[in-house]
């Protein structure tokens, strides 16, 4: 099997294992590690994407990514919205099980799609993993700066997570990335201070 790896596959691995360290430290009671390493994780995403663009990709590469992102994005945003909760363990049952459960729900309802091709630029249908993930973020660094509660911060990434089953259509293009670039290191700067 390994054999049939490509580099963009070795990319996604790689950040199916950081993805999976990043949850064992929220799960260790270390928030604060956990966002940095998610931030590697969403790097080597990126960086499989980028590879398979430039041909070091393999027909595995695009069903190992999307079957990543479960735990990249959704397992760690679910963790996120439990701890913010910090209330009846049904309740932040509940919350995770909705962003995982609309996660999985969106993985498979556009998992072929990826970014969808036109005549017109490439778009997504509805919100991705990455973007619930990267709200997520924001949102906790937000309470970890005590800038938003605690409830209001779980209630907003849990009344955000519908719209990846959603139909619409984002875009994708150059502004769009910069502003993930610019999201990704305020996100950073939170976490370090």
Same mark, same amino acid.
């Given at each position: 099997?390994?054999? !049939?790896?490509?580099?963009?596959?070795?990319?996604?691995?790689?950040?199916? /294992?950081?993805?999976?360290?990043?949850?064992?430290?929220?799960? $260790?009671?270390?928030?604060?590690?956990?966002?940095?390493?998610?931030?590697?994780?969403?790097? @080597?995403?990126?960086?499989?994407?980028?590879?398979?663009? #430039?041909?070091? /990709?393999?027909?595995? /590469?695009?069903?190992?990514?999307?079957?990543?992102?479960? %735990?990249?994005? $959704?397992?760690? +945003?679910?963790?996120?919205?439990? +701890?913010?909760?910090?209330?009846?363990?049904? $309740?932040?049952?509940?919350?995770?099980?909705? =962003? =995982?459960? @609309?996660?999985?729900? #969106? $993985?498979? #309802?556009?998992?072929?799609?990826?970014? +969808?091709?036109?005549? /017109?630029?490439?778009? *997504? !249908?509805?919100?991705?993993?990455?973007?619930?993930?990267?709200?997520?973020? %924001?949102?906790?660094?937000?309470?970890?700066?005590?800038?938003?509660?605690?409830?209001?911060?779980?209630?907003? &990434? %849990?009344? =955000?997570?519908?719209?990846?089953?959603?139909?619409?259509?984002? *875009?994708?293009? #150059?502004?769009?990335?910069?502003?993930?670039?610019?999201?990704?290191?305020? &996100? +950073?700067?939170?976490?370090?201070?």
């Amino acid at each position: 099997m390994f054999q !049939r790896l490509a580099l963009a596959d070795y990319a996604t691995l790689a950040g199916l /294992g950081v993805g999976w360290l990043a949850v064992n430290l929220f799960l $260790l009671g270390q928030p604060d590690a956990a966002t940095l390493t998610l931030l590697v994780a969403f790097l @080597c995403d990126k960086a499989d994407g980028w590879l398979a663009r #430039r041909g070091f /990709g393999s027909a595995l /590469g695009h069903h190992l990514d999307a079957l990543a992102d479960v %735990v990249i994005y $959704l397992v760690p +945003t679910g963790i996120i919205v439990s +701890t913010l909760l910090a209330g009846p363990p049904v $309740l932040e049952s509940l919350a995770g099980t909705a =962003v =995982v459960g @609309c996660g999985v729900m #969106r $993985l498979a #309802r556009y998992a072929g799609d990826s970014a +969808t091709l036109t005549d /017109g630029p490439p778009y *997504y !249908r509805g919100l991705t993993a990455f973007h619930i993930a990267a709200w997520a973020l %924001v949102v906790r660094v937000g309470v970890a700066l005590q800038v938003v509660p605690a409830l209001l911060g779980a209630l907003a &990434i %849990v009344g =955000v997570t519908p719209l990846m089953i959603a139909s619409f259509r984002i *875009y994708v293009t #150059r502004p769009q990335f910069v502003g993930a670039v610019v999201v990704g290191s305020l &996100i +950073t700067a939170g976490t370090l201070v």
